[in-house]
Nanobody
Framework: QVQLVESGGGLVQAGGSLRLSCAAS????????MGWYRQAPEKQRELVAT???????NYADSVKGRFTISRDKAKKTVYLQMTSLKPEDTAVYSC???????????WGKGTLVTVSS
């Protein structure tokens, strides 16, 4: 069973930075395509960034140039480095993984990021 555990959320002032981590277990990390999604209060969940097993990345327009997704094979961890944070980035950020062989999708429980103005 694949497990995803996020960490790194918290309260930060506008313009600040945070780094989120998502540790994966229970499967071969290289079979996972990973991503971060977020859901703000009373809004639908939206894609933030994805990274394939080969390292190709994709970002939502709203975070391009400010957020960077990366993965560490040895630590089985995917990161989301967030800079120049804005109040509208406030949301619960959830880690997502898709097994490229089985197409099974997994979710972490999420971590709250609050950006104060």
């Amino acid at each position: 069973q694949v497990q995803l555990v996020e960490s790194g959320g918290g309260l930060v002032q506008a313009g600040g930075s945070l780094r989120l981590s998502c540790a994966a277990s229970g499967t071969i990390f290289s079979t996972l395509s990973m991503g971060w999604y977020r859901q703000a209060p009373e809004k639908q969940r939206e894609l933030v960034a994805t990274i394939t097993s080969g390292g190709s990345t994709n970002y939502a327009d709203s975070v391009k140039g400010r957020f960077t997704i990366s993965r560490d094979k040895a630590k089985k961890t995917v990161y989301l480095q967030m800079t120049s944070l804005k109040p509208e980035d406030t949301a619960v950020y959830s880690c997502n993984a898709e097994n490229i062989l089985t197409r099974m999708v997994y979710w972490g429980k999420g971590t709250l990021v609050t950006v104060s103005s």
